[in-house]
């Protein structure tokens, strides 16, 4: 599967307990098919106190969501839209397919 999808690209979760919700890709992981994406998915992890956390206790973070659950918001109409990949002046580019925008 091509990931069109990059870091920094405002998505839209399109399916599961977060569907409507938007945020920006923190973090893609291309070989798993997943993307971490800014306040969605939180999980609760048990840390122990260590040198970057003094105190230790319950830690909330975001966790990977699968690619397959995003897509990238329309710059223009602000809805989900699926991408193109175009050449213009001999670089690759990436387009919204609902606007006909570049990216």
Same mark, same amino acid.
């Given at each position: 599967m091509s990931l069109r999808l990059? @870091?920094?690209d405002? &998505?839209? &979760? &399109? %399916? =599961?307990?977060? *569907? =409507? @919700? %938007? =945020? @920006?890709?923190? *973090? &893609?992981?291309p070989e798993k098919d997943r993307a971490i994406v800014e306040g969605i998915n939180f999980i609760r992890r048990h840390t122990k106190p260590n040198a970057k956390n003094q105190q230790g206790g319950i830690m909330e973070k975001e966790a990977a969501l699968h690619m397959s659950n995003l897509m990238l918001k329309c710059p223009k109409t602000g809805k989900p839209t699926r991408l193109g990949v175009r050449v213009e002046d001999g670089k690759r580019v990436r387009y919204s397919k609902k606007a006909k925008e570049t990216i």
């Amino acid at each position: 599967m091509s990931l069109r999808l990059k @870091k920094d690209d405002i &998505v839209i &979760v &399109v %399916s =599961g307990e977060y *569907k =409507g @919700k %938007s =945020g @920006k890709i923190l *973090k &893609v992981f291309p070989e798993k098919d997943r993307a971490i994406v800014e306040g969605i998915n939180f999980i609760r992890r048990h840390t122990k106190p260590n040198a970057k956390n003094q105190q230790g206790g319950i830690m909330e973070k975001e966790a990977a969501l699968h690619m397959s659950n995003l897509m990238l918001k329309c710059p223009k109409t602000g809805k989900p839209t699926r991408l193109g990949v175009r050449v213009e002046d001999g670089k690759r580019v990436r387009y919204s397919k609902k606007a006909k925008e570049t990216i």
